[in-house]
């Protein structure tokens, strides 16, 4: 079968770049399939039965079903506003991504798998360290997600019970970061070679996605009615329509256990390990923080996610899964 993918440039900073065209073209060559990343539409062969467009050129879907008319197309997350009718079918990652796309008929969930950490050994957990070092890899804003209850839950750890290291890796390492930023120390770096030892040399990792509506809309906790199943005590959450659990996987396949928060695609990864490590509010986070301050528990909860996460989200497996879906249409 062949297989091809076109992006209108190879960037490697690009995740959906990196795991949905460079990995995944990788993995469908290793299944004996010919797949090839192009950027340009003019270079992609006649024979080509399966054309995925990366996002940063889905807006040319139209111009791709001309040229190639028996071709199945497909795109990559696309934004959950954007319709066309020559598109076959749409890749995503996670719960939260494919509910968003519900305009589209096939929409098949492909897991954000990094191939570059398979082959690299967990962390083994020690007491050594002064600090204890909390890990946060991903785009800026979504620091800003530490607001209110991460940064509480922290400072109170740091004060009340172990010094705290905030180890923050980001695309804009000099970010001015001010809402939820934690009073404690913090090593701010960018991504380079150096991330897997970076991240290895924490003992936890956080990803939060969700918020809380009461930070913008103080008035929300007096809407109570019991005639709608509305009490006092509910969640106030919200969260973008293309949360996924990506940066949780990388903390899986690297040995650092996560502090999960309440979106839905944290929940399908952690669900198949024997721990529930999640947290909402100031008091959740720091239970879980002090629950993980002991090092035989974060070596055990290591071994059991990285062996989750390679027998579930085996990259070859996921992948046939996904041709499977493509050639059903």
Not at 285 to 304: F, G, P, Q, T
């Amino acid at each position: 079968m062949q297989i091809n993918f076109l992006t209108r440039n190879k960037n490697d900073n690009s995740g959906s770049y990196r795991i949905w065209v460079k990995d995944l073209s990788q993995t469908i060559n290793d299944l004996d399939h010919n797949s090839k990343v192009y950027t340009s539409l003019n270079d992609i062969p006649q024979d080509t039965e399966i054309l995925i467009i990366c996002k940063s050129c889905y807006n040319i879907v139209s111009e791709a079903r001309k040229r190639l008319s028996n071709c199945k197309l497909g795109v990559i997350n696309i934004p959950a506003n954007y319709s066309n009718k020559d598109i076959d079918f749409v890749i995503v990652g996670s719960p939260e991504e494919y509910v968003s796309l519900s305009q589209y008929d096939n929409v098949f969930i492909y897991p954000l798998i990094e191939l570059k950490f398979q082959n690299i050994e967990s962390k083994i957990h020690n007491d050594d360290d002064d600090y204890f070092n909390i890990c946060f890899h991903g785009h800026y804003p979504h620091l800003f997600k530490f607001e209110p209850f991460l940064k509480k839950a922290i400072e109170e750890f740091d004060k009340s019970y172990k010094k705290v290291c905030l180890k923050v890796i980001t695309g804009n390492k000099n970010f001015n970061w001010q809402t939820g930023k934690p009073n404690v120390k913090i090593e701010m770096f960018g991504y380079d070679n150096d991330f897997v030892n970076i991240v290895q040399s924490c003992d936890i990792g956080i990803v939060p996605n969700v918020s809380d509506i009461r930070m913008f809309v103080k008035d929300i906790t007096k809407i109570v009615s019991t005639d709608h199943g509305l009490y006092d005590t509910d969640y106030f959450l919200r969260m973008k329509n293309k949360t996924n659990a990506g940066r949780a996987y990388v903390f899986y396949q690297l040995g650092i256990p996560v502090i999960h928060d309440l979106s839905p695609s944290s929940f399908e990864l952690m669900s198949k390990t024997k721990h529930v490590i999640c947290a909402h509010d100031d008091f959740s986070y720091l239970r879980e923080m002090k629950k993980l301050m002991n090092s035989n528990l974060r070596n055990e909860i290591a071994v059991s996610n990285k062996s989750v996460f390679e027998n579930f989200y085996n990259p070859k497996v996921k992948a046939v899964e996904l041709l499977e879906n493509i050639k059903g249409i």
